[in-house]
């Protein structure tokens, strides 16, 4: 199956503009999944739920239906972040439809930094979701989470055999870490970062790009520039990842000892 990263800088505030270029890509990148950043819809860096709500749209809103209708017209499968309202409530979220799959929303887990005075904790947990017409188990998990081995473990444990990463990543750190949750759960690992950076109340927030895809082995499919915008696509096969087997022997879910973790 073809997966493939957008890596763009939302424009804050400009829902109209995003959802265009989200469209854009929708309609043009020939590939089965698509994986767009973290709040895709709308950008970043609000500091209180009033200053984000005019950008949220509740799960069932047209703007987000439309982004999974055109997926579904076009035979793709999309991973889109947008910021969820749901009374009044906001979350960092990710819908997840597109060709043969109901619509779900992941709720990001870990907020990150002042997304906590914006956001409330996700409430979704990490599911799978079945692509039978790709035999492909997708999971998805928003940035931050990435730093919790539970998160991916936990959608691993699930029987992903894919997890989409829609962030927003503000650090280095992670282009050393992420590839390890790849190894570690033997998964394919798609992260979609955003360039581009956005300031509030004198604080500036500078995202860096490097949007990759990371084979089961951790080694970078693909791989983005810091600063600009991107495609990346790779052919991936997801049945690969479900012998977790790696010598006559080991087996690294089987090897598991749970009793000992906590
Ligand atoms: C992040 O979770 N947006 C760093």
């Given at each position: 199956m073809r997966l493939a990263t957008i890596q763009f800088c939302p424009a804050r505030g400009d829902t109209a503009a995003n959802l265009n270029r989200l469209h854009h890509w929708i309609s043009s990148v020939d590939a089965d999944v698509i994986v767009f950043p973290e709040l895709a819809t709308c950008g970043y860096f609000f500091r209180s739920p009033a200053e984000a709500l005019p950008y949220a749209f509740e799960r069932t809103a047209p703007e987000i239906a439309g982004l999974v209708d055109a997926a579904a017209a076009a035979g793709r499968v999309i991973v889109c972040g947008f910021a969820e309202r749901d009374g009044d409530r906001l979350y960092n979220s990710a819908v997840i439809g597109g060709k043969g799959l109901a619509t779900t929303v992941y709720r990001k887990s870990h907020l990150f930094y002042r997304e906590v005075d914006v956001f409330t904790p996700g409430d979704s947990g990490f599911f799978v979701v079945d692509l039978p017409h790709l035999d492909c188990r997708l999971g998805t998990m928003i940035c931050y989470d990435w730093r919790f081995p539970e998160s991916s473990r936990s959608l691993a444990l699930k029987g992903a055999d894919l997890i989409a990463c829609p962030s927003n990543l503000v650090t280095e750190i992670w282009r050393t870490v992420m590839p390890t949750r790849a190894i570690e759960n033997k998964v394919y690992l798609a992260v979609a970062n955003r360039t581009g950076s956005e300031t509030n109340a004198n604080e500036t927030l500078q995202f860096n790009g490097c949007s990759a895809i990371y084979g089961y082995?951790?080694?970078?499919l693909a791989n983005a520039e810091a600063d600009a915008d991107a495609v990346l696509i790779a052919e991936i096969d997801p049945?690969?990842?479900?012998?977790?087997?790696?010598?006559d022997v080991n087996d690294i879910f089987a090897d598991r000892r749970p009793e000992l973790y906590r």
């Open positions: 082995n951790g080694k970078p049945s690969l990842t479900r012998n977790k087997r790696f010598n």
